[in-house]
């Protein structure tokens, strides 16, 4: 899946621009861009800080916060269900 996040937050930059900025091949960006591939975390890691978003919202978007969202909204679920019973 095309990682819209990434070429969003590329903006005007060139491929060429960013992928010399965080040293690595415009192949592999432009990879990364088009979902064919994920980079390693330290990869990952410099990207995200090259564009200062986290690796969960630059690699998972909504879908992590929604995840995220649901098992901290179950976990409380469960805590407020512990203490109903008692």
Do not use: W
Not at 30 to 48: H, W
Not at 56 to 77: I, M, N, V, W
């Amino acid at each position: 899946m095309k990682n819209r996040k990434l070429v969003a937050l590329r903006g005007a930059k060139t491929l060429l621009e960013v992928a010399t900025d965080l040293e690595i091949s415009v192949s592999a960006l432009s990879q990364y861009e088009n979902g064919k591939r994920f980079p390693i975390p330290e990869i990952a890691m410099r990207i995200a800080d090259y564009f200062d978003i986290t690796v969960d919202e630059l690699f998972y978007g909504d879908s992590f916060t929604r995840c995220k969202k649901e098992s901290e909204h179950a976990q409380t679920h469960t805590i407020r269900q512990g203490v109903d019973a008692v």
